[in-house]
């Protein structure tokens, strides 16, 4: 089959740390992987326009060239990562493609977007969801807008984000032996970006870690290694220092390779509220940790309660199952091998991509999970 992959937040084309980077990277591969011919339809972003980067005459004159790209390339479908009305599909709709379907798609905001452009912008996503064979969201939340809005029930399909379980992780013990982590002390993970506290006025990344420091306090065998960076790391700093936790807390930073601190640890923890499917609590999982993490419906779906993870309805809850976790490291060895197994069956790449090829060809998907 050969796939026009359209991806209108450009900037996740050609790799990066964030969720996204990886996974258009990772689609991308699967797909060619899998016999497919693949081409990235455009490299122009469509927030470059209504951030005023790029004058709109330019947007004209991208569609006159994809629309010629794609007569040689004569795709017999046209995938779409993450459209929504701020970052729409301008080709795919125009273009009439034989199979078309939106994946990660969502409403939207256009009270974001200049009142000058809002209209092009809605009515391209608004015809982009029209026309669409399938549309596929990544969490129930988003699919049941979808379906409320303009869009056939029958069309959305929920499908999580996805992970490539990694060929090769070291021992618990070796990983603890590279990191320098004295000891046989219970450790907590978390990667996630530190950005700016408060960002666009509701709790984020930076306020989730503060929590979570402030869970780990009462919990003097347990220590935490913490992977990423960003302008909230000060904020961060701070509180490690007010909660006297400077000796059990390693602030990493950014690094190149997570394996090691994944392999490290006993318990992966993420207490943000956000109804999000969290590629690293997926990571974790696949290598056999088990999550702490908040009750959402995106959590319901990316682990397991009881079996691979504990949810939490507050952070009350979510102190106690840290503390229940990392006072029992055979029950934590217990649910990482059914975690393991659960990623396996139910959220990697290669079980992604078979769903993909299913809509693509104008078949049911089957479950995500």
Sequence with gaps: MRIAFHVPRAWFIGGGHSGDHVLVESLFQALQA???????VSRLDARDFWREKAPLRRLLAEAFAVRRRM???????????????TYPDFFGWWLRPRRYVLYAAAKGRPERLPTALRWLYVLAHRLSLRRADAVAAFRPAVAERLRAGSVDPEKVHVLPPAVQPWETVPSREEARGVLGVAGDAPVVLCVSRLSRPMNHGRPGKTEMILDLLDALAPLPAARLLLVGDGKGRAAVEKRVAEKGLTDRVRLAGSVEDVRPYFAACDVYAYPHPLDRVWVSVLEAQACGRPVVTMRTDSGEISIQDGRTGLLANDLDEFRENLGVLTSDRARCERMGEKARDFIARSHTIGVRVGQLEALLSGRAPGPAA
């Design 34 to 40: 899998a016999g497919h011919e693949v081409e990235f």
């Design 71 to 85: 007569k040689q390339f004569s795709p017999d479908a046209w995938l779409v990562y993450s459209p929504s009305v």
